[in-house]
């Protein structure tokens, strides 16, 4: 497959029957002796057989004497392309496009060699010179279909599919790159209606998932997972399990998510997404020790990584009972990044959240570090704050609150510690008004927890597709 999604036919469904002969009389037609002639059409003969090397060895004696000739590059080229040898086709290939003789089969396999090899740029103009000396071939209008696509144009790539299946009735393949060029112009209900014109016998498990896509596109939630379901069923590949997975995650449907990602898991147990799915997956259904479980693990695979970090932290941030073995490595990588300003917020949460006495002294440190890396960042304050408080420092623990809430008036929690320190420092005024600020914007920071937790999808990557 040369571009996501797309069929690109080999050159051998280019070839037509007539054209072997076609390419002998033209040769004839200029002035080539009767027995070149005989040779060219013996070596097409035998390459029609499968007899190659006899055909190449023929070829390639007619090739001596006229290295111009236009059927013999073109059947030599060929030749060397069904058999996989794209390189040494094209000299070939294009040669025959250069001969006075050239047809629009010339160009046409000439582009479908450019796109095999991956110059896309270079094949786009040999098809559309073969679409406009053939524009009722339906091969070649479908292949032009997928050089726009392999250029990043749609719009033309749509257009060309089109073409393809008004030229003759489109077969699965077709109808499915005509539904994806659709899609990507944002034309999702013309697609959808494209898609659906393949029998359901027919169904491929990627045009199924792309008809997911198109569903999700239309804001089509159950009928995009059943399209998503179907794919998986067809072919429970990682990347259709991993879709599935993902379709459930963003839409916060945690259970279903976390019964894909389990049988993904077992299935490719060393899938870095997968892994990273089925961690999002025990997140969303608040079982975060077995969430900071998988982050952890997907942090010692790979240490930089501040994508694991973060959600080892945001799952350490939310064991309540006691400390998880696995958050430790997030402390770590607190350490080694010092200006990684979220790391080092949560592996101090973590430490001040540690049963029995925890370290104070570490976790200022590192709370120091995320003030540095960040000024801006009101959690950092108030976990000093909270910090102070540990240390019954009620007055250090004032300037900390306050420069927290000064940065987020609604952060409640904050204003709840406030209102302590306050009342610890015999100003019960201050404290009554910090409680009515705490009561204000509780249900706020609530909403927005919740928001934070339905958001965490963000750290998917995306698929193959």
Same mark, same amino acid.
């Not at 060219?40 to 499968?50: D, I, N, V």
């Given at each position: 497959?040369?571009?996501?999604?797309?069929?690109?036919?080999?050159?051998?469904?280019?070839?037509?029957?007539?054209?072997?002969?076609?390419?002998?009389?033209?040769?004839?037609?200029?002035?080539?002796?009767?027995?070149?002639?005989?040779?060219?059409?013996?070596?097409?003969?035998?390459?029609?057989?499968?007899?190659?090397?006899e055909a190449e060895d023929i070829l390639r004696s007619i090739l001596r004497r006229y290295p111009q000739d236009e059927g013999?590059?073109?059947?030599?080229?060929?030749?060397?392309?069904?058999?996989?040898?794209?390189?040494?086709?094209?000299?070939?290939?294009?040669?025959?496009?250069?001969?006075?003789?050239?047809?629009?089969?010339?160009?046409?396999?000439?582009?479908?060699?450019?796109?095999?090899?991956?110059?896309?740029?270079? *094949? @786009?103009?040999?098809?559309?010179? =073969?679409?406009?000396?053939? $524009? !009722?071939? #339906?091969?070649?209008?479908?292949? &032009? %279909?997928?050089?726009?696509?392999?250029?990043?144009?749609?719009?033309?790539?749509?257009?060309?599919?089109?073409?393809?299946?008004?030229?003759?009735?489109?077969?699965?393949?077709?109808?499915?790159?005509?539904?994806?060029?659709?899609s990507e112009t944002g034309a999702a209900k013309q697609a959808a209606a494209t898609l659906a014109r393949i029998p359901s016998?027919?169904?491929?498990?990627?045009?199924?998932?792309?008809?997911?896509?198109?569903?999700?596109?239309?804001?089509?939630?159950?009928?995009?997972?059943?399209?998503?379901?179907?794919?998986?069923?067809?072919?429970?590949?990682?990347?259709?399990?991993?879709?599935?997975?993902?379709?459930?995650?963003?839409?916060?449907?945690?259970?279903? *998510? @976390?019964?894909?990602?389990?049988? =993904?898991?077992?299935?490719? $147990? !060393?899938? #870095?997404?997968?892994?990273?799915? &089925? %961690?999002?997956?025990?997140?969303?259904?608040?079982?975060?020790?077995?969430?900071?479980?998988?982050?952890?693990?997907?942090?010692?695979?790979?240490?930089?990584?501040?994508?694991?970090?973060?959600?080892?932290?945001?799952?350490?941030?939310?064991?309540?009972?006691?400390?998880?073995?696995?958050?430790?490595?997030?402390?770590?990588?607190?350490?080694?990044?010092?200006?990684?300003?979220?790391?080092?917020?949560?592996?101090?949460?973590?430490?001040?959240?540690?049963?029995?006495?925890?370290?104070?002294?570490?976790?200022?440190?590192?709370?120091?570090?995320?003030?540095?890396?960040?000024?801006?960042?009101?959690?950092?304050y108030y976990q000093m704050g909270v910090l102070d408080q540990q240390r019954l420092a009620w007055q250090d623990s004032v300037?900390?609150?306050?420069?927290?809430? #000064?940065?987020?008036?609604?952060?409640?929690?904050?204003?709840?510690?406030?209102?302590?320190?306050?009342?610890?420092?015999?100003?019960?005024?201050?404290?009554?008004?910090?409680?009515?600020?705490?009561?204000?914007?509780?249900?706020?920071?609530?909403?927005?927890?919740?928001?934070?937790?339905?958001?965490?999808?963000?750290?998917?990557?995306?698929?193959?597709?």
């Amino acid at each position: 497959m040369l571009f996501p999604g797309l069929r690109c036919a080999t050159v051998a469904l280019l070839l037509l029957l007539g054209w072997p002969l076609a390419n002998a009389q033209q040769s004839l037609a200029k002035g080539i002796p009767t027995q070149q002639r005989r040779e060219l059409a013996k070596a097409e003969t035998l390459y029609q057989q499968g007899q190659d090397k006899e055909a190449e060895d023929i070829l390639r004696s007619i090739l001596r004497r006229y290295p111009q000739d236009e059927g013999a590059n073109e059947t030599l080229g060929l030749l060397y392309a069904e058999h996989g040898a794209m390189e040494r086709a094209l000299p070939y290939l294009s040669r025959a496009s250069k001969s006075p003789a050239s047809t629009a089969a010339d160009y046409a396999n000439l582009g479908a060699a450019l796109l095999k090899l991956g110059r896309f740029s270079a *094949a @786009l103009p040999e098809l559309k010179t =073969a679409a406009r000396l053939d $524009p !009722e071939n #339906a091969d070649t209008a479908s292949e &032009l %279909g997928q050089a726009y696509m392999l250029n990043h144009d749609p719009e033309h790539g749509a257009a060309a599919f089109s073409a393809a299946a008004r030229i003759a009735p489109p077969n699965a393949d077709l109808l499915y790159n005509w539904a994806l060029a659709l899609s990507e112009t944002g034309a999702a209900k013309q697609a959808a209606a494209t898609l659906a014109r393949i029998p359901s016998a027919e169904m491929s498990a990627q045009a199924c998932s792309l008809a997911g896509d198109i569903q999700e596109k239309l804001g089509n939630y159950m009928a995009a997972v059943k399209k998503y379901q179907n794919a998986a069923t067809k072919d429970p590949s990682e990347e259709n399990l991993y879709v599935l997975t993902v379709e459930f995650l963003r839409h916060w449907t945690w259970d279903e *998510a @976390l019964k894909v990602a389990e049988f =993904a898991h077992t299935k490719y $147990p !060393e899938s #870095a997404r997968i892994q990273l799915a &089925l %961690g999002i997956a025990h997140y969303g259904s608040g079982q975060y020790p077995a969430s900071a479980e998988i982050f952890s693990g997907l942090l010692h695979q790979d240490p930089e990584n501040s994508t694991y970090a973060d959600l080892l932290g945001r799952s350490c941030g939310n064991i309540n009972e006691g400390q998880s073995a696995a958050c430790s490595q997030l402390i770590a990588f607190a350490e080694h990044h010092p200006r990684n300003a979220s790391a080092a917020l949560y592996a101090a949460e973590d430490i001040l959240h540690q049963p029995g006495k925890p370290d104070l002294n570490h976790a200022e440190r590192i709370l120091k570090n995320a003030i540095a890396a960040d000024p801006n960042l009101p959690d950092a304050y108030y976990q000093m704050g909270v910090l102070d408080q540990q240390r019954l420092a009620w007055q250090d623990s004032v300037a900390m609150l306050e420069k927290a809430t #000064a940065l987020r008036p609604s952060f409640a929690s904050a204003h709840y510690r406030l209102a302590r320190a306050y009342a610890r420092l015999g100003k019960p005024e201050k404290a009554k008004a910090e409680i009515a600020l705490q009561r204000k914007y509780n249900q706020q920071e609530t909403k927005q927890l919740d928001q934070d937790l339905k958001s965490i999808s963000i750290f998917l990557p995306a698929s193959d597709k």
